[in-house]
């Protein structure tokens, strides 16, 4: 048997106790299964020697759930059917309409008007939503079913229920684990959650529930800098939601409406709170703000000015043009910090890179704040661009980063924090650093990219100034001289050697190992030939329109 599997020989006295076998009624039965519990809390793999007799345990238990028993005995079937549905192989006797309803009973889901019951049965509620997040997790027949029954429906009901209740942050947390499942495994659900059960309003509205927000103005939260960490069912709570949240706006980019304009404005709001919130921990925080950095990306980018505020005079957070720029702040150390982590960039630093690129594509006040401490004015060019601990010499490290993605958003941001000018970005990267990025958008003969940014210039340093006649176009750096090997050449010996380069060039063309290549005018790169015709036919028109 392998280590972590359940033991073998008590399952079939476990199963004998639940068909009713072997006497002592319901306390037997609570007894009973309490053990293999508390036996199997850790187990993640099972013997698939033991899979019919875990499949009868199933049946039996959800037999034992249809009856009206004991509340502590009820816990104790959740308990173990919600460890045996972590086997996607037994779960075929519990996804039928009969089974989901039963736990859908359990769980208080079927129950429009009623209040929730005593505090007693609330553990019967918390049990009974985690064996639904099992099984339908696990299971594409319970993925159908919840849409037959409208399970999501039922789960909004029963969240609203739970507003402003401290007692039952459980069944939030895990209502909301539930409707993000369900939002990610089935897109019709996630289309109706969006449209007919007006999920973003009940989710955010949960998210808000979840974090204490407090109102100071429309859409400005109050900052209380003596706020205790959220807890860590706060916490696990705004995590679940920011998750469902993420699934529910998904191509969320166009707003259609002032009402949903509103909609997203607010939603921003709570999440700019929600990054100057801290959780229990360091590794909680960081998620939390990682999933709400998700969700921001899903903001249409014009809803996201209420990320900064205009500054009161108490406020001594980090401001910036009369604006409170705090929230900008953290997402800047968030980006530096998954930088630094030095792997899994795709998922972890791609969002946040993308989200920094958009606000400052679009906010100027966003832009000028993050580039003054990203793209300082420069002062030291004896190194490379890419050497050195500064967020800039990060950035520029990434800029030829072997995948693809991450490349493109690192240049694509420093582009941006550029205004798009070629030569500004030159300058901060080198060119060589910077020509992946100048290829793909056709910018290698210079000029500047598509969007309008303000007309305010950069101003050059006396240092830089100084050194630009020396500085190395292509490595970025201040070089020294170096001394010409032709100097002290004969006219014979330059013809020879450059004769020689020619034919190892023309060697390494026929034998297509290189294909030489140039610039067209319009600034993208084509065959050598082609772009030596274009310029000559460009030329000529331009001759003949004089």
Request: charged share 30%.
């Amino acid at each position: 048997m392998e280590q972590g599997a359940e033991p073998g020989p008590e399952l079939g006295a476990v199963l004998e106790a639940v068909e009713g076998r072997g006497g002592g009624g319901a306390e037997a039965v609570e007894r009973v299964l309490s053990w293999y519990n508390e036996e199997n809390r850790a187990t993640f793999r099972f013997d698939p020697a033991d899979e019919d007799k875990r499949k009868k345990l199933c049946e039996g238990i959800l037999n034992i759930l249809e009856k009206d028993t004991e509340t502590s005995c009820q816990v104790a079937c959740l308990e173990a059917l919600r460890i045996l549905s972590r086997d996607k192989k037994v779960l075929v006797p519990v996804t039928t309409k009969r089974n989901m309803q039963i736990l859908m009973r359990l769980a208080k889901l079927d129950t429009v008007e009623d209040p929730l019951e005593t505090v007693s049965e609330f553990p019967v509620i918390v049990e009974a939503l985690k064996c639904l997040c099992n099984i339908i997790f696990n299971s594409s027949v319970a993925q159908k079913l919840s849409l037959e029954l409208n399970l999501a429906a039922m789960l909004c009901n029963l969240l609203q229920k739970c507003k402003d209740r401290q007692l039952v942050d459980d069944i939030k947390c895990f209502d909301l684990r539930l409707l993000f499942l369900l939002s990610l495994l089935h897109t019709d659900i996630r289309a109706q959650l969006r449209q007919e059960l007006q999920g973003v309003q009940v989710l955010t509205q949960a998210l808000e529930s979840s974090l204490s927000v407090r109102w100071t103005e429309e859409y400005k939260a109050a900052e209380d800098r003596d706020r205790l960490p959220l807890s860590l069912q706060e916490t696990d709570c705004a995590i679940e939601a920011l998750k469902a949240l993420f699934n529910v706006t998904l191509d969320s980019w166009n707003v259609h409406s002032k009402n949903e304009s509103h909609q997203f404005r607010y939603m921003a709001a709570i999440l700019r709170h929600c990054l100057l919130t801290t959780g229990p921990t360091e590794e909680k925080t960081e998620e939390l703000h990682s999933n709400a950095i998700n969700l921001l990306s899903n903001v249409p980018v014009s809803c996201l000015d209420v990320l900064i505020n205009p500054s009161s005079q108490e406020e001594t957070d980090i401001k910036y043009n009369g604006m409170n720029m705090g929230a900008i702040q953290i997402l800047l150390d968030f980006m530096e910090k998954r930088i630094d982590k030095g792997s899994s960039y795709r998922e972890g630093l791609t969002p946040v890179l993308s989200l920094l690129t958009e606000c400052c594509r679009t906010h100027r006040n966003i832009r000028k704040f993050i580039k003054a401490q990203v793209l300082p004015p420069l002062r030291d060019v004896s190194n490379r661009p890419e050497v050195g601990t500064t967020v800039r010499n990060k950035l520029v490290r990434l800029m030829t980063h072997v995948d693809l993605g991450v490349k493109q958003i690192a240049a694509e941001f420093l582009f941006v924090l550029c205004k798009e000018r070629v030569d500004s970005l030159l300058k901060y990267t080198g060119y060589g650093n910077a020509a992946g990025l100048l290829a793909a958008r056709g910018l290698l003969a210079g000029g500047r990219g598509d969007h309008w940014y303000s007309d305010d210039e950069d101003t050059d340093t006396e240092e830089y100034k100084s050194a630009k006649p020396n500085i190395n176009l292509i490595t970025g750096h201040l070089e020294e001289p170096m001394p010409n090997p032709m100097d002290e050449m004969t006219e014979e010996q330059k013809e020879y050697e450059a004769m020689k380069l020619v034919n190892m060039f023309d060697k390494l063309s026929r034998d297509e190992l290189i294909k030489p290549m140039g610039v067209r005018p319009d600034g993208t790169m084509a065959p050598l030939e082609e772009a030596v015709s274009q310029y000559h036919t460009s030329k000529q028109e331009s001759s003949d329109s004089d």
